[in-house]
T-cell receptor, first 116, second 112 residues
Framework: GAGVSQSPSNKVTEKGKDVELRCDPISGHTALYWYRQRLGQGLEFLIYFQGNSAPDKSGLPSDRFSAERTGESVSTLTIQRTQQEDSAVYLC??????????????FGEGSWLTVV | TQLLEQSPQFLSIQEGENLTVYCNSSSVFSSLQWYRQEPGEGPVLLVTVVTGGEVKKLKRLTFQFGDARKDSSLHITAAQPGDTGLYLCAGASGGNDYKLSFGAGTTVTVRA
């Protein structure tokens, strides 16, 4: 499909294990975003990639979280030593340009992470 | 603590009725967006408002941005079951307008 693709769609992991979540943005989109959505809460900004600029990592909640992006394509969000409070839906989004004005941000369906 | 407060949290109405969802903050935003999210899917952008006092209409949906750019409302006229979903407002501010602050959402159910 032509939308933002995320995998896995569901992941159950044991506390303390590492997990990797993958995002394939829409082809040609220079901007890529990761958000976290906990049950009953709004989306929380995690990280933003724009072209070759240094990413804005200001939303990452701890040093257990990291993300990489290969050029203007695939991105991977890694959570090390998972904790139960990491359980959430992790949403990836991409857009042609950065920002909100005159620009549409397209979200993937998310990766539902459950830490047991 | 949510930067953007949405009310009500839940709304259940009969088909054909009108509804209004509110999004309030003590912060000023350079732009504000409304999204709709259905179960198992990501949010889908409905509208972006950028000017204080701005009103935008999208078929039966009317969006308003407050004069001070701190609040917004979404009004749906003659709601239909297809309007059912989670409505999220999100604001961007300053030079980092790629970084959205989301409200917790309003779950709207339209009964046939």
């Amino acid at each position: 499909g032509a939308g933002v693709s995320q995998s896995p769609s569901n992941k159950v992991t044991e506390k303390g294990k590492d997990v990797e979540l993958r995002c394939d943005p829409i082809s040609g989109h220079t901007a890529l975003y990761w958000y976290r959505q906990r049950l009953g809460q709004g989306l929380e900004f995690l990280i933003y990639f724009q072209g070759n600029s240094a990413p804005d990592k200001s939303g990452l909640p701890s040093d257990r979280f990291s993300a990489e992006r290969t050029g203007e394509s695939v991105s991977t969000l890694t959570i090390q030593r998972t904790q139960q409070e990491d359980s959430a839906v992790y949403l990836c989004a991409s857009s042609l340009l950065g920002g909100t004005v005159g620009n549409t941000i397209y979200f993937g369906e998310g990766s539902w992470l459950t830490v047991v | 603590t949510q930067l953007l407060e949405q009310s009500p949290q839940f709304l259940s109405i009969q088909e054909g009725e009108n509804l209004t969802v509110y999004c309030n903050s003590s912060s000023v935003f350079s732009s504000l967006q409304w999204y709709r999210q259905e179960p198992g899917e990501g949010p889908v952008l409905l509208v972006t408002v950028v000017t204080g006092g701005e009103v935008k209409k999208l078929k039966r949906l009317t969006f308003q941005f407050g004069d001070a750019r701190k609040d917004s409302s979404l009004h749906i006229t003659a709601a239909q079951p297809g309007d059912t979903g989670l409505y999220l407002c999100a604001g961007a501010s300053g030079g980092n307008d790629y970084k959205l602050s989301f409200g917790a959402g309003t779950t709207v159910t339209v009964r046939a």
